[in-house]
């Protein structure tokens, strides 16, 4: 009964590339949250989706971040022009409620930029 | 702005020891208040959860207390062992909410 799967563990990336950042959720769940870990600070959420809706994407930036669910296979993170400031942990979790309880996060996708 | 505020930035305490990590929130519509530890390269794990209509639950080691009038809830670690060295991350949440407001983070080093 494999957890929340991310993948890659850790993306390095240059400056202006494309960042795809991988989640496959828990069996039985079909609500996905994505979540930024900056250093030394906690997780900030970004968004929230289920099977090919984006639900809730309040706290997405405007411009070069997009996300997706599709009806098979994992959700995508997707982050354009990858910028430095871009860089920190993302984490993915799933639920099998569309509530903020109940969540199971993965190991996260380290990205860097240089 | 910081939904949910937490301290102390990193705590460091002697086996055996109480450790306690303190967070205050504004927004009174909050009503679900987690705790979560992450360990170095690992995701959050929900460690002990609670509800304002108590103001103490315990499983185990762990205590959350809270404090409704004061907007304050506190984590305590009785008899600390090395391995509850990690980072802990109080969160909040609202009734319909699906998203957490999470706590900067407090980095617990626990000293054999």
């Known amino acids: 009964n494999a957890g929340v799967m991310q993948n890659p563990r850790h993306l390095v990336r240059r400056r202006g590339q494309e960042a795809r950042l991988r989640c496959s959720p828990m069996k039985g769940h079909s609500h996905v949250y994505w979540y930024r870990q900056l250093p030394e600070e906690g997780l900030k959420f970004m968004v929230y989706?289920?099977?090919?809706?984006?639900?809730?994407e309040s706290g997405m930036p405007k411009e070069r971040f997009s996300a997706e669910f599709p009806k098979e296979g994992p959700s995508i993170l997707r982050i354009q022009q990858v910028v430095r400031g871009d860089s920190a942990a993302y984490f993915c979790?799933?639920?099998?409620?569309?509530?903020?309880?109940?969540?199971?996060f993965g190991s996260g996708t380290r990205l860097t930029v240089v | 702005q910081q939904q949910v505020k937490q301290s102390p930035q990193s705590l460091i305490v002697q086996k055996g020891g109480i450790s306690i990590i303190n967070c205050a929130y504004e927004n009174t519509a909050f009503d679900y208040f987690p705790w979560y530890q992450q360990f170095p390269g690992k995701g959050p794990a929900l460690l002990i959860a609670?509800?304002?209509?108590?103001s103490e639950k315990k499983e185990g080691r762990f205590t959350i207390s809270f404090n409704k009038s004061a907007k304050q809830f506190s984590l305590h670690i009785m008899d600390s062992q090395p391995g509850d060295s990690a980072t802990y991350f109080c969160a909040a949440s609202e009734t319909g909410a699906n998203n957490l407001f999470f706590g900067t983070g407090t980095r617990l080093t626990v000293i054999p």
């Open positions: 979790a799933s639920s099998p409620l569309d509530r903020a309880y109940g969540y199971t």
């Open positions: 989706l289920q099977k090919e809706n984006i639900i809730d």
């Open positions: 609670i509800r304002p209509d108590v």
